[in-house]
């Protein structure tokens, strides 16, 4: 749950950031945020799930 939570709030931020300093439109946002629902209840999204839980577990196994 806290790795979804803090997904979510790190592509809220570069969403907002994308469309006050890259120039995306709120329409194509709007579009990729619903691609993303839809994406969700799909097939593939438990191997998205894996994927990005892997790799959040290889970025917090590194040592600065």
Known sequence: MALSVSAVLLFAIIVFLLIKKAGLKGMHALV???FGFYLASSNIAPTIN?????????????SF
């Open 32 to 34: 990729c945020v619903l």
């Open 50 to 62: 894996d994927v990005t839980s892997s790799v959040a577990g290889m970025i917090s196994n590194l």
